[in-house]
């Protein structure tokens, strides 16, 4: 097994990029601002992003992207964590990158193109019982003439209000199948906003009954390994950032607030436990550079591997951080106005999406423990 | 640049030496490392162990030649001691000499120095033990209080240093000493020698181990007279030279000889002797906590490696570049202590046995996991470490 990492000049140059941009245009106080407006970005914001290329990050030179891959989006969506800003864009490029394997030629030529030119593009995967296996698929699409009727609910569909095209699982023919929904096909009932844990986003329920769509909105392919294993590598990224973050409000807290005379960062049962929080940020940090790293080239097998310990180790250590962030800012952590909050908030939706650690751990049993090597 | 093609051709020499002279199950419990050399027959079967790898010529390739070693480039070292490490021969014994007391005196002895120590060092004919931790100042080095008193071209010592391995072997150590109280801070009065052991008034206490075997000593001082000439750098700058040292000690520098320095014990380890341990009659691994547990363990082993690689790149590291090199020792020794620990657990009933034929691998996991404290206490506590990180990498208020 490699244990490399490599931070190409591209990446090294879009992280410092990004933290730059995200900084000055989206502190953490924005972001804030922004949960009760009905959209979770400013127009504006976003089209300086699509101005800037991150949207064709992983879109070929052909399609009017810059012909990277789906890892160069990791410094720019570690630096988007930092301060919890919210964009369609991790959705937007794994639903690229979804069309790129799975798609037909007239679908990524639609497409494509127009997601790098900022179209929003997301995806409607999960269903009410929560399940983390995308094959999981219970929402149907049948034929009926010329279309293919689809039924069921899907949920927790970020930004679906203000995607242009949703990409959707459903059951087809007894094998789970990929389909595209433009925007125009679905009825505005159909969308009802969800309430999650994470105020900073926004998410749908998208109820299916009633839409038909043409059969060539159907993708020819499937590939929902690569869709789980996109999501584990942005999602671990996104983490990241917030771990980060997390940790600097703890420090900064620590360092200015007194109790019984002494600076409260001063007290061991304060100090060690931030240690073990700036640790566990290295090692999510070591594997999810590694991860990028190995991500085009390694085995299917050394792939999942690193995935799975990437996302099971941002999870924990994530989500321990956010924990930690309240109870150390005491009496202050439990109020709104904390910022603390929004960070754990942050870190369970991520521990939630795609397999907490519990879930990848006992996935990694059977890759590390019953294979010789 | 040394071709791939004379790497590769000089790893199949090696390899090829080492299957040939690996000195093999000498039939009684090898220790670990250095600090755990306990009795004259250890000592002896590891002593000649290293002579031989030297008469070879695999130990000290990168030393200059006039002093010993054989002026070649790192790369030859580097490959016999990761051969060493795969073929898991025992470890070069004289630790101290050959990784802290070696390159110090390279990088900083005088020419006579040079002369008079690097060769014993090599050929294990010059064992060297460490007095820097005393009794009352385990972890706070700066505080030490054996004294050394000029008396013409000598100095007399008194006082007691702890935790001596191979003090009961060695013929020089390297010693931090105050020799002034007078200096504007407590660092300023220290001083830094090559003391003989051999001197009158020198006496090594074995100190019986948690694990009953012995290994370290309790050095006493007791008008003992050493050289004058045996100072390394001037009165007073003790503590700089001590420093340099510890940069040699933690590895945060190159320059030391080479050469395996103790028994590999790695989470793989723990894996393999799952993969043949029964509770209850069915193999551990069938166990779903046990199961969950080994994966914790590999993946943090993981996190390990691969925070290595990353320290590696500045890019990466530009926020708190001392995060990774600083809790290095904190997060290795820790992990190790809790991986011996679940080896006993797959052990069922004889998990409660301790070093004897009827245990696991003649109790060798009772004996490791009990040994891994010397790594979780020496060189300054987890907690200890866990201030200095706090307080250097965080910038958290002192304690």
Redesign the interface.
């Known amino acids: 097994m490699s244990?490399?990492?490599?931070?190409t000049e591209e990446?090294?140059m879009l992280?410092?990029t990004a933290l730059d941009f995200c900084e000055k245009h989206s502190s953490i106080h924005v972001v804030r601002s922004r949960i009760g407006e009905e959209e979770s970005l400013s127009r504006d914001l976003w089209s300086s992003m699509v101005e800037l290329g991150w949207a064709g990050i992983n879109i070929p030179e052909t399609y009017g992207g810059l012909g990277l891959g789906v890892g160069d989006l990791v410094p720019v969506v570690e630096a988007m964590g930092r301060n919890l800003m919210v964009s369609p864009l991790v959705w937007s490029a794994i639903s690229a990158d979804t069309l790129l394997l799975a798609g037909s030629d007239e679908q990524r030529a639609n497409w494509l193109p127009k997601i790098a030119g900022g179209a929003i593009a997301t995806m409607a995967l999960t269903e009410p019982g929560g399940s983390w296996l995308l094959t999981d698929v219970d929402c149907r699409g049948s034929i009926e003439g010329d279309g293919i009727v689809l039924s069921g609910t899907k949920c927790l569909v970020q930004d679906a209000k203000i995607a242009d095209v949703v990409l959707v699982s459903l059951q087809f023919e007894g094998k789970p199948r990929l389909a595209l929904i433009p925007q125009a096909a679905i009825p505005s009932q159909a969308l009802k906003r969800e309430e999650i844990i994470d105020e900073t986003r926004r998410c749908y329920q998208l109820t299916l009954d009633g839409i038909v769509l043409p059969k060539e909105q159907l993708l020819p392919e499937t590939c929902f390994e690569a869709i789980e294993q996109a999501a584990m590598l942005l999602i671990s990224a996104e983490m990241a950032g917030g771990h980060?973050s997390t940790l600097n409000l703890i420090?900064e807290y620590?360092?200015t607030r007194k109790q019984f005379d002494?600076?409260i960062?001063?007290?061991?049962a304060l100090?060690?436990p931030?240690?073990d929080i700036?640790?566990g940020l290295?090692?999510t940090?070591?594997?999810l550079?590694?991860a990028v790293t190995i991500y085009e080239s390694a085995q299917s097998h050394e792939r999942e591997i690193a995935l799975r310990?990437l996302k099971?180790?941002a999870s924990e250590g994530f989500s321990f951080a956010g924990d930690r962030a309240i109870q150390f800012h005491g009496g202050f952590g439990f109020t709104y106005e904390c910022d603390a909050q929004l960070y754990l908030r942050r870190a369970l939706w991520c521990q939630y999406q795609f397999g907490d650690e519990?879930y990848h751990?006992?996935l990694?049993?059977s890759l590390?423990?019953?294979q010789a090597g | 640049m040394v071709s791939e093609q004379e790497q590769n051709e000089f790893r199949a020499e090696v390899s090829a030496w080492l299957k040939e002279n690996n000195p093999g199950d000498p039939g009684f419990l090898l220790p670990e490392s250095f600090m755990e050399v306990g009795t004259d027959q250890q000592f002896e079967y590891l002593r000649n162990w290293q002579r031989k790898v030297y008469e070879a010529g695999y130990l000290g390739m990168s030393w200059p030649e006039e002093y010993g070693g054989r002026g070649m480039p790192q790369i030859f070292q580097d490959i016999v001691t990761k051969e060493m490490a795969r073929q898991r021969v025992p470890f070069m014994t004289n630790t101290i000499g050959l990784n802290w007391a070696g390159p110090l005196i390279l990088q900083q002895g005088t020419e006579a120095q040079k002369r008079q120590y690097i060769k014993g060092i090599l050929n294990a004919d010059d064992i060297w033990c460490q007095g820097f931790s005393e009794p009352d100042h385990g972890s706070d080095l700066g505080s030490a209080q054996v004294k050394a008193v000029k008396d013409g071209d000598e100095y007399v010592v008194n006082g007691s240093k702890i935790w001596t391995s191979l003090g009961a072997y060695a013929k020089y150590m390297i010693l931090l000493a105050r020799t002034s109280n007078d200096g504007p801070n407590k660092y300023a009065g220290l001083s830094f020698f090559l003391a003989p052991m051999q001197a009158e008034g020198i006496n090594p206490q074995p100190i019986q181990k948690l694990t009953s075997e012995y290994g370290f000593c309790q050095t006493f001082f007791n008008d003992a007279r050493i050289p004058a000439n045996c100072m390394m750098g001037q009165e007073g700058e003790g503590w700089q030279v001590a420093m340099a040292t510890l940069m040699f000690e933690r590895g945060n520098v190159g320059g030391q000889a080479g050469g395996l320095s103790m028994m590999d014990v790695n989470v793989n380890d723990v894996l393999e002797l799952a993969r043949r341990s029964k509770r209850n009659g069915k193999p551990a691994l069938d166990d779903p906590l046990i199961r969950d547990q080994m994966v914790q363990l590999l993946i943090e082993a993981r996190s390990n490696t691969l925070m290595a690689a990353k320290a590696a790149i500045p890019p990466l590291n530009s926020e708190r570049p001392g995060a990774i090199p600083m809790s290095g020792k904190l997060r290795g020794s820790e992990l190790k202590r809790r991986f011996c620990q679940f080896a006993l657990s797959l052990q069922g009933a004889n998990g409660g046995r301790f070093v004897s034929p009827d245990a696991v691998d003649g109790g060798k996991w009772q004996r490791i996991y009990f040994n891994s404290f010397s790594a979780t206490i020496g060189g300054g506590t987890t907690q200890v470490q866990y201030n200095i990180m706090g307080e250097r990498v965080l910038g958290l208020p002192k304690s």
Do not use: F
């Open positions: 244990n490399q990492i490599i931070c990446q090294s992280l410092d980060a420090v620590l360092k002494h600076y960062g001063s007290y061991q100090k060690h931030t240690v700036l640790i290295e090692a940090r070591s594997h550079y590694h310990m099971a180790t519990d751990r006992l990694l049993q590390l423990l019953d």
